[in-house]
């Protein structure tokens, strides 16, 4: 099972600013929303309360609150990241972690790679990527105009159980 964090991230490591994205890149939008469509994305409630649902998308939303459901057949609320994982796994061999920051910092460790669209701007934010730790190596850089995708791989990753565990 491949589980990869997709993120964009500005130079100074901010990824979101009041629930939204503190930039403009449509052409990042639109390779993103291509990379992620036809597989399982985990994501956080408060990621995902902000965001339109992506079509073709199956979204496992993590939140702490059990009650929470939903009617459309694309999205279930989770609230064990593990479960998340396992719930991904029987879909598909490959799972998109979408944010936001706490939850990139969660799946980290245990994430096998990292899809980074690098955003040339400096912004004000409250919500950041984690440092990919020294088991991450980099891969290919592909270039946009106005921005670059660098793909990034976990040598080491955890164990799926370990998830939230200290």
């Given at each position: 099972m491949?589980?990869?964090l997709?993120a ?21 939008v639109d ?8 597989h399982?994305v985990?994501?956080g ?24 459901s ?9 609230s ?5 994982v ?8 490959v ?9 990139y ?11 980074v669209s690098r ?34 791989e ?12 200290e």
């Open positions: 491949e589980i990869v997709v964009a991230v500005s130079e100074n490591g901010v990824v979101g600013k009041d629930g939204g994205v503190p930039w403009s890149y449509p052409a990042d390779q993103y929303k291509e990379t992620v469509r036809g399982p985990i994501v409630r408060r990621t995902f309360d902000e965001m339109e649902p992506i079509e073709g998308v199956s979204h496992l939303v993590l939140t702490s609150d059990d009650s929470r939903d009617s459309r057949d694309d999205v279930e609320y989770v064990d990241p593990a479960e998340a396992s719930l991904a796994a029987a879909r598909d061999d799972v998109y972690v979408i944010g936001g920051g706490a939850v910092a969660l799946y980290e460790p245990v994430a096998t790679g990292a899809r955003i040339p701007e400096t912004v004000e934010g409250d919500s950041f990527f984690p440092d990919l730790g020294d088991s991450w190596v980099p891969g290919e850089t592909i270039h946009y105009d106005g921005f670059e995708v660098e793909l990034f976990n040598r080491t990753p955890a164990a799926v159980d370990s998830l939230g565990r």
